[in-house]
């Protein structure tokens, strides 16, 4: 009989040390996370303090959208283009809204006064077209490129064309004979309705 008492007193002392294992593991997890929380503290204040040694971020300055100038961009609106399209199966046409984005206003003037050619040259490029060349994307990016080279022509400034077709044909030309690239005064095509039916 006197293993029935030491039977009975070995439970509590399984169930004590499994406490015991829980405080500890309790203990341990606070002391860890205190830990980490007063080094992330500690480490925060010096740099918020600006100290020697200690990093300041510093946010990174926003680029300037237009670094050339410090003016906005000045807008040409065109008015609306209607045109026939080249299909040959079906008749279709274009209505296409173009406005012109230039650096400086005073090429926005000059732009005016050529108006009746930078119209004329537009629409003969669009008339040149297909419904299923200017529904995609690469179609419109191609127009795009081709009514800025049109719409600086007139003043006597001659872009070149890079199309893929024509790289070839660029390179040729470039072995011949080198000449200084040109700029654009006129930095972005953009369209404000562009209906094809």
Known sequence: MANAPAAEAAPPKAGGSKKLIIILAAVLVLVLVGGGAAFMLLKKKPAEEGEEGAEVHEPAPKPKAHAKNDHPPTFVPLD???????????????????????EDPKFADQIKAYMPAIRSNILMVLSHKTASELLTREGKEKLSREVMRESVRPMGIELDDEDE?????????????????????????????????
């Not at 609306?80 to 230039?102: C, E, M």
């Open 80 to 102: 609306p283009f209607t045109v026939n399209l080249a299909d040959k199966d079906v008749d279709r046409f274009a209505q296409i809204g173009v406005t012109l984005q230039v």
């Open 165 to 197: 077709e024509d790289a070839d044909a660029a390179k040729k030309k470039k072995k011949k004979k080198k000449k200084a690239q040109v700029e654009s005064p006129v930095t972005q095509v953009l369209f404000s309705n562009f209906i094809v039916q």
